[in-house]
C-alpha cells in the first residue's frame, strides 16, 4: 500500500499546481453501485455524485489510472440500469487510507442528464427540509 501512497502523493502534488478540474459540481448522495475492476465486483455506496463521476468515501481503493466497469440505477428512475466505464482519478489524503474518486468514461449524455435531474431532486427537498426547519435555505452546488 506504500507504493500506492506515493504514487498518489505525487499525483496530488502535480494536481494541486492547477485548479480544480472538475468539470461539474457534486452532491452528496448515496447509491449503492456496483463496481468491477477486472475479475473482481465490488459494491460501493456513493458519498458524492456529478455528471462526471463519484466519490465512494468508505471504499478500499484501487490506484489512481485503474480502469473500472460500473452500473447502478438511480432511485425513483423507471429506466435502465446506468453502465459505463471508470477511471479511478482520486484517493484522499487521511489516515484511514479509505476513498476514491471515478470519473466517468462512456456515460452517454442522456444518463448524464438522469444523473443531473436526480441530483436536482434531492437538492431541492434538501433546501425544502431546511426551510421546513427554519434553517437558512442556500442555493447551490457542493
Do not use: W
Amino acid at each position: 500500500m506504500t507504493d500506492r501512497r506515493n504514487e498518489h502523493e505525487d499525483f496530488m502534488k502535480e494536481r494541486r499546481k492547477g485548479q480544480d478540474r472538475r468539470a461539474h459540481p457534486r452532491h452528496s448522495v448515496a447509491i449503492t453501485m456496483e463496481l468491477t475492476a477486472g475479475n473482481d465486483l465490488y459494491f460501493h455506496v456513493s458519498g458524492n455524485l456529478s455528471r462526471g463521476g463519484a466519490f465512494f468515501n468508505r471504499a478500499i481503493p484501487h490506484p489512481v489510472g485503474t480502469m473500472v466497469e460500473l452500473t447502478f440505477q438511480i432511485p425513483g428512475d423507471d429506466g435502465p440500469s446506468l453502465r459505463c466505464k471508470g477511471e479511478v482519478v482520486n484517493i484522499p489524503d487521511g489516515n484511514d487510507g479509505l476513498g476514491m474518486g471515478v470519473r466517468f468514461i462512456d456515460l452517454d449524455p442522456s444518463d448524464q442528464e438522469r444523473i443531473e435531474l436526480f441530483v436536482e431532486q434531492v437538492k431541492s427537498v434538501v433546501i425544502d427540509e431546511e426551510d421546513d426547519d427554519g434553517g437558512a435555505a442556500q442555493q447551490g452546488g457542493g
